[in-house]
């Protein structure tokens, strides 16, 4: 029943997809899209609280997949949402055949993360995740100028050696059980119970080579080159998939590997290998995000501190696995938050920098006083920037205290230490252009009444982003017990 669940799961976007592409009116598309989404969620609530069902094929949901299925589905919802105020508003800017290609896009995208993450099999997991490069592809040329069309290939390129390497590390860990005189094997569950007899250097090599793939996907650093780029040029709503979605996705696949790694007795060198490139990524996102002007580049890099810290998570082990899985949840909801509102940003003030930028012959102003120009964007940029930070009492502060605390229990001293400093810098960094955008006063421009109608805000542009935030507060107060169980089932489905 596990593998039928699975794959009407992933068919109902996909057919979505396939309808989107045929109908002839936006207005149809703006109704399929949210009904797959509500479908997804219907489905993904009922693989949550269902009757459990045992994995015996290539598809099968564990409790790891919990909690990512969970954030996928939401975002995936809340995006839909969003997409009828945002593309609506784009058909008056000259972008109407686009939409065609956007919801298409975006629909069969969720098919290949819903696969990713259903998928027991590290080959079928390989086809999805290549899959959903090439669906992100298109969405990264939305905008159809010379720097979309730059992000788009420096994605398509990194994209391409990383999930090269990720296939060559599964040929190292297929012949690591070929090796050792086992029966070849891909499914996870199968490498688990041969990991003891698997060969040691097959499958560190494979460990290497498989985290420096997903890696890629995940955007830790030095393989985040891509980031930057991708999601400063992509719409805020795809920039929320990216950044809430398929980094998920990818980290799923890393935690599946890492568990194989452990119950193969190399355990401890990965989990060195985790922490280190987890600190890295910190820092690289704290020395970008000091002087950062432009908006959706400092989501970039914060997207790269939280990989970071989901690998800590995952290398620390213990409760700070359990705070990884919880983070997974409460970093995929807020990127959404913040990647839409800072959509919204985009399209009243012309541009993403708060330095203001020329685009054509339009000498666009900086970004400031937000609160006065769109009361309700402002509130929800700036709670979203105290939630992203990990401020209390947003869930974000409770995933990234029990990675604290995980810290100490594995008496990592150092680390612990570079964590919190580097937490600070962040929400120092960050604070500076949070605060110079919502203060002020906005600067003076020709009045445009068609555009101020445009950009203003609306039910379908700011209500998924107070959603979202809403979901985050609840499960920060504690009144989302079924998160937390979910985190903490998925943490110890990762233990070999």
Same mark, same amino acid.
């Given at each position: 029943?596990?593998?039928?669940?699975?794959?009407?799961?992933?068919?109902?976007?996909?057919?979505?997809?396939?309808?989107?592409?045929?109908?002839?009116?936006?207005?149809?598309?703006?109704?399929?899209?949210?009904?797959?989404?509500?479908?997804?969620?219907?489905?993904?609530?009922?693989?949550?609280?269902?009757?459990?069902?045992? &994995?015996?094929?290539?598809?099968? =949901?564990?409790?790891?997949?919990?909690?990512?299925?969970?954030?996928? +589905?939401?975002?995936?919802?809340?995006?839909?949402?969003?997409? *009828?105020?945002?593309?609506?508003?784009?058909?008056?800017?000259?972008?109407?055949?686009?939409?065609?290609?956007?919801?298409?896009?975006?629909?069969?995208?969720?098919?290949?993360?819903?696969?990713?993450?259903? &998928?027991?099999?590290?080959?079928?997991?390989?086809?999805?995740?290549?899959?959903?490069?090439?669906?992100?592809?298109?969405?990264?040329?939305?905008?159809?100028?010379?720097?979309?069309?730059?992000?788009?290939?420096? !994605?398509?390129?990194?994209? &391409?050696?990383?999930?090269?390497?990720?296939?060559?590390?599964?040929? =190292?860990?297929?012949?690591?059980?070929?090796?050792?005189?086992?029966?070849?094997?891909?499914? =996870?569950?199968?490498?688990?119970?041969?990991?003891?007899?698997?060969?040691?250097?097959?499958?560190?090599?494979?460990?290497?080579?498989?985290?420096?793939?997903?890696?890629?996907?995940?955007?830790?650093?030095?393989?985040?080159?891509?980031?930057?780029?991708?999601?400063?040029?992509?719409?805020?709503?795809?920039?929320?998939?990216?950044?809430?979605?398929?980094?998920?996705?990818?980290?799923?696949?890393?935690?599946?590997?890492?568990?194989?790694?452990?119950?193969?007795?190399?355990?401890?060198?990965?989990?060195?290998?985790?922490?280190?490139?987890?600190?890295?990524?910190?820092?690289?996102?704290?020395?970008?995000?000091?002087?950062?002007?432009?908006?959706?580049?400092?989501?970039?890099?914060?997207?790269?501190?939280?990989?970071?810290?989901?690998?800590?998570?995952?290398?620390?082990?213990?409760?700070?696995?359990?705070?990884?899985?919880?983070?997974?949840?409460?970093?995929?909801?807020?990127?959404?938050?913040? =990647?839409?509102?800072?959509?919204?940003?985009?399209?009243?003030?012309?541009?993403?920098?708060?330095?203001?930028?020329?685009?054509?012959?339009?000498?666009?102003?900086?970004?400031?006083?937000?609160?006065?120009?769109?009361? *309700?964007?402002?509130?929800?940029?700036?709670?979203?920037?105290?939630?992203?930070?990990? +401020?209390?009492?947003?869930?974000?502060?409770? +995933?990234?205290?029990?990675?604290? !605390?995980?810290? !100490?229990?594995?008496?990592?001293?150092?680390?612990?230490?570079?964590?919190?400093?580097?937490?600070?810098?962040?929400?120092?960094?960050?604070?500076?252009?949070?605060?110079?955008?919502?203060?002020?006063?906005?600067?003076?421009?020709?009045?445009?009444?068609?555009?101020?109608?445009?950009?203003?805000?609306?039910?379908?542009?700011?209500?998924?982003?107070? $959603?979202?935030?809403?979901?985050?507060?609840? $499960?920060?107060?504690?009144?989302?017990?079924?998160?937390?169980?979910?985190?903490?089932?998925?943490?110890?489905?990762?233990?070999?």
């Amino acid at each position: 029943m596990g593998d039928w669940l699975g794959l009407v799961q992933a068919l109902a976007p996909l057919v979505a997809a396939g309808l989107c592409a045929l109908v002839p009116t936006d207005h149809v598309r703006s109704l399929i899209a949210p009904t797959a989404a509500v479908a997804h969620l219907g489905l993904t609530l009922f693989s949550l609280f269902g009757p459990s069902r045992p &994995s015996v094929g290539m598809l099968g =949901f564990d409790a790891a997949a919990a909690p990512v299925l969970l954030v996928v +589905s939401l975002l995936f919802v809340a995006c839909t949402v969003y997409d *009828i105020g945002y593309l609506g508003a784009t058909r008056h800017e000259g972008r109407a055949a686009s939409a065609r290609i956007f919801y298409s896009c975006q629909l069969a995208l969720v098919a290949a993360l819903t696969v990713v993450i259903w &998928s027991q099999h590290l080959g079928l997991t390989w086809v999805a995740m290549e899959a959903s490069a090439l669906c992100i592809a298109p969405l990264l040329y939305f905008h159809k100028t010379a720097h979309s069309i730059e992000a788009t290939w420096k !994605y398509l390129l990194v994209s &391409s050696v990383g999930i090269a390497l990720a296939l060559l590390g599964s040929f =190292f860990l297929a012949y690591a059980s070929l090796h050792s005189g086992s029966v070849a094997s891909l499914r =996870f569950d199968d490498l688990v119970a041969q990991a003891p007899t698997l060969s040691a250097p097959w499958v560190h090599a494979a460990w290497v080579l498989l985290l420096v793939g997903y890696g890629t996907k995940m955007g830790l650093a030095p393989l985040h080159t891509w980031k930057p780029d991708a999601y400063g040029e992509a719409p805020g709503v795809v920039g929320a998939m990216l950044a809430g979605g398929v980094t998920a996705g990818a980290f799923l696949v890393l935690a599946r590997v890492h568990r194989v790694v452990v119950a193969a007795g190399i355990g401890d060198q990965a989990d060195r290998l985790l922490i280190l490139i987890g600190v890295v990524s910190m820092a690289v996102a704290a020395a970008f995000l000091i002087q950062q002007r432009d908006l959706k580049r400092m989501l970039a890099y914060s997207s790269v501190e939280h990989m970071g810290i989901l690998a800590l998570g995952l290398g620390a082990g213990g409760i700070a696995a359990t705070g990884a899985m919880l983070h997974v949840v409460n970093n995929g909801l807020l990127k959404g938050l913040m =990647f839409m509102t800072v959509g919204n940003v985009q399209r009243a003030y012309g541009t993403k920098r708060v330095d203001g930028e020329v685009i054509g012959e339009t000498r666009h102003p900086g970004i400031q006083g937000l609160l006065r120009k769109r009361p *309700i964007t402002g509130m929800l940029f700036l709670f979203g920037f105290f939630a992203v930070t990990g +401020s209390p009492p947003f869930g974000l502060f409770l +995933s990234e205290l029990a990675i604290a !605390y995980g810290l !100490y229990a594995a008496d990592r001293p150092v680390v612990l230490g570079l964590y919190l400093a580097l937490l600070v810098v962040i929400f120092i960094g960050m604070g500076r252009t949070v605060l110079h955008v919502v203060q002020g006063v906005p600067a003076a421009l020709p009045h445009d009444e068609a555009h101020e109608h445009r950009t203003r805000d609306t039910v379908t542009t700011v209500g998924p982003a107070l $959603v979202l935030l809403a979901l985050v507060l609840l $499960v920060g107060l504690g009144l989302c017990p079924p998160v937390l169980r979910l985190a903490e089932a998925a943490a110890e489905g990762l233990a070999p």
